[in-house]
């Protein structure tokens, strides 16, 4: 395990994050990876699927398909364009901070809210729609 300034330099030191867990919940170390602006590739699913826009600040392979996985590592290794992909990477992870938790969570609750709200069916008011 590596945490601080030892942490800082090994992301430093890349080029870019491959990431092939298939197990993994969230991925910390994929928005650390971004945020040290290294391209990161990783399984589309998790952190990643909900982060990385193929192309544009990383890649994403699918699930579980390691020979997809190591032929995308290869490609992206060899990208003229993988500077910029890391830039992206950066930019997406900056955005990610408690301001843009608590706008979601905002969000979410007004649509709760707003349904809530929202004029029930007869048929549903008076308990008669199964699973109500």
Known sequence: TQTGTALAAYYASADLFLFPSTTETFGNV????????????AYDYAAAAEYIRAGYNGQLAPFDQ???????AVALAGDPGLRQIGLRARETALGLGWEHIVVQIERAMRMAMRSAAAPRPPALMEGKVEGW
């Open 66 to 72: 390691t020979d997809v996985f190591i032929a995308q």
């Open 30 to 41: 994929t928005t650390e990876a971004m945020a040290s602006g290294l391209p990161v590739l």
